[in-house]
Each structure stands twice: as C-alpha cells, then as structure tokens.
C-alpha cells in the first residue's frame, strides 16, 4: 500500500493513481455520477459471480463478506472469517473471486492478512440449498506466503474463464524493499501468481497446481507459481471483460510516481517490471534489469495524489468512453479514466473519499468502494 505518513490505511497498499503528470486533453465527464448501493463497515471491494445479475457480494476489512440480493437495500452475512484477520496496518480481507463454474462448484475465494501478516489465500463453498450463505466449515487453504512486514500485501484476485487464480502479491516492505525480493524468482513477493487450485489434495500437500506456461513451472530456476515480477504493491488489478486475457494492474509507488501496468497473460510470461530498479521508468541507484518492461501509464505525486486504485477497463452498458480504464486516488479520492494507448486520463468529476476499490459485477456495471462506508454504482446522471 501508500507510504504511511501520506496513507490513511491502506496506506500503503498498492493504490496508484494514473494521470496526474499528464494534461488532461478532455473535458471532464459531464454525465456521470454514483448511484449508493449500500453502507458497510470499512468495505474493500465489490464484485458478482460469473452469470449472476442477482446477487452483488461486499468485502469487509474486519473479515466479512456480505450479499445484496437484487439491489434491495440491506445486506446479509454471507461468511464471517474475522477470527482469522488482522486490520493492522495495510491487513484484512481485501478481496473476493468466484470460480467459473460457481452456480455449480459453489466455489470462491477470498484474500486476507492473518494475524501473523501472512498473506492467505483460501477456498470456500457456498451451502448447496442457499446463493445468501456460505459454509465456514468448508475453508480449504490455497496458498500462503509468509510476509511478517505490517505493508505492501498487495490484495487483488481474479479468475480466468479457464479457473486459474490469479494473485497480486506485495513486496513485503515498509517504505523500501528488503532484500529486493520482487526482483527474486524463487520468492512470491512482489509478483503476480497464476495458479489452480487443487481441490483433490490432502490438506498436507499444496493446494494449486501452477498453470504449465508459467515461465519457471517446469524449472528450479524460479518458482512456478509466477507469472511475472517486479512489482512494488500491485494492491489491485483486472480482467478485461471483453478481452479476458488482458491484464491492466494498478501498482503503487514510492516517492514519486505511479503506474498502470498492462498485457496479455501470454506476454506477461516473464515480464519483468523492475521494481526496486525502476520507479514508473525512473532508474534507481544500485540495481539493474536488463530486459525492463515499461509501464502504459506513470503518473506523479503532484496536486496530492499519492497511491493508484487500480480499477477496470470501461465495459459498463451505457457509460460513455467505453475501452478507456477507469481507476481511483486513495489520497485526492478523484475517480479518472485513461487512454492506455495514448498514455493521457482525463478526470470525471467523479469523488470518493479513501477510494480502495473499484469492482465489476456480472452485467459489465462499475461500482466504487470508500473505505469510509459506502459503495456505488457509476451511473449517467
């Protein structure tokens, strides 16, 4: 996440904001504004399963995750996992995927900090006879790293159509980066993962199976469970609902400048984003990439803005500038949209104080998540 004296809570986490640097060459959406969905307690992140126009599923920082039934206000428990979380620092449960076949596996997964600041990854059914309840006696763990620093967890899950997870792992720092471990093949910090989940293992032996392109899954060399590196805090990042084999990932700074990174799942194999050598494109003292792969977006701290909110590619049925990737400020709480090709944003009028998410749901719809309570639906006026 943000660097601590400039970043409330998830302070550090990996929120970056694009376009900053760069001159907006449009005027401002004129039409959009946010529709309130509900209120929470100190939600992270909003999403829907695959197929699902009825239900709507909010994380909770304190370790709840709660469900909206066709938009009615009011909320139920679906899980409650809080014995298990720590909101210390850049801690807590922070995101939320569902399996691609969910309406039949009932299969999701969740993203948290545990009260050692270890990073856990865990599967979880929904009861078979209820789409508002999940079953906390089915937790089956996918993956845990070890990462006793209080920052930079990252926090983001995604799934493929074809059922790998992926993960966005922090570099495990405070506000530099220790042994520069995003830069180590055989660490798991700083990284982006792409695994399976093997949900026909004994609770002894590894719970995911690396997708066979990754770049070391068949090497000693690095560990396979990696798909790329050299992130600082890649906090959050998606899918691109119209090409699902794209990546855009938001990864937070540390001084100075933010960055957008983007690609195919076959072009990031190995692509090296040169975190702790680079800041954005910045070389740094004492360390080099060779084959650097350079942001589609950086942006600088000016004007306030200290820490990107990834968000998504601009699918949403209705909502004009679709194709442009729309992300948010934790710190100025300004929600703007950029052209990745172009490296430009522009703002959209649109504010949410301690922005920490913004999420998808299964029509396409965008919502933005405050930390501060409430969630939102980005409508036209």
């Not at 209080?150 to 570099?171: A, C, E, F, N, V």
């Amino acid at each position: 996440m943000a660097d601590g004296r400039r970043r409330a809570w998830l302070g550090a986490a990996a929120i970056a904001v694009l376009g900053t640097c760069l001159v907006a060459v449009a005027p401002a959406y004129a039409a959009l504004g946010l529709k309130k969905v509900g209120s929470f307690e100190s939600p992270t992140y909003v999403t829907s399963p695959p197929g699902d126009a009825k239900h709507l599923f909010v994380t909770e920082r304190e370790g709840v995750v709660r469900v909206l039934t066709d938009g009615r206000k009011g909320s139920r428990k679906f899980l409650d996992i809080h014995e298990r979380i720590t909101t210390r620092s850049e801690g807590g449960l922070l995101s939320i995927a569902f399996a691609p076949d969910y309406a039949k596996s009932r299969r999701f997964y969740v993203f948290y900090v545990d009260k050692a600041q270890n990073i856990n990854v865990d599967e979880f059914r929904a009861r078979r006879k209820s789409a508002t309840k999940a079953s906390a006696s089915s937790r089956r763990r996918v993956i845990k790293i070890k990462s006793p620093k209080d920052s930079h967890k990252g926090g983001q899950l995604q799934m493929t159509r074809s059922g790998y997870l992926l993960i966005g792992i922090g570099d495990g720092g405070d506000f530099d980066s220790p042994g520069r471990k995003a830069q180590k093949r055989t660490s798991l910090l700083g990284k982006l993962l792409r695994i399976k989940p093997a949900t026909d293992r004994p609770n002894s032996k590894p719970q995911y199976v690396p997708h066979p392109d990754n770049p070391w899954a068949h090497s000693k060399k690095g560990n396979g469970a990696i798909l790329a590196l050299g992130f600082r805090n890649p906090f959050r990042f998606s899918l691109d609902r119209r090409r699902p084999d794209r990546v855009v990932i938001g990864d937070v700074g540390h001084s100075h400048t933010e960055e957008v990174d983007t690609g195919s799942l076959r072009k990031l194999r190995g692509a090296n984003f040169g975190w702790p050598c680079y800041e954005g494109t910045k070389k740094l003292e004492g360390c080099t990439v060779k084959h650097m792969r350079r942001p589609a977006f950086t942006y600088s701290h000016r004007k306030g803005r200290c820490a990107i909110t990834g968000g998504y590619v601009n699918r949403a049925p209705g909502l004009p500038r679709q194709g442009e990737y729309l992300y948010g400020d934790f710190c100025t709480g300004e929600v703007r949209s950029a052209d990745l090709k172009r490296g430009r944003s522009r703002a959209t009028g649109l504010k949410v104080p301690t922005i920490v998410a913004i999420g998808e749901d299964a029509r396409g719809n965008l919502y933005t998540v405050s930390l501060g309570g409430k969630v939102s639906r980005i409508v036209n006026r």
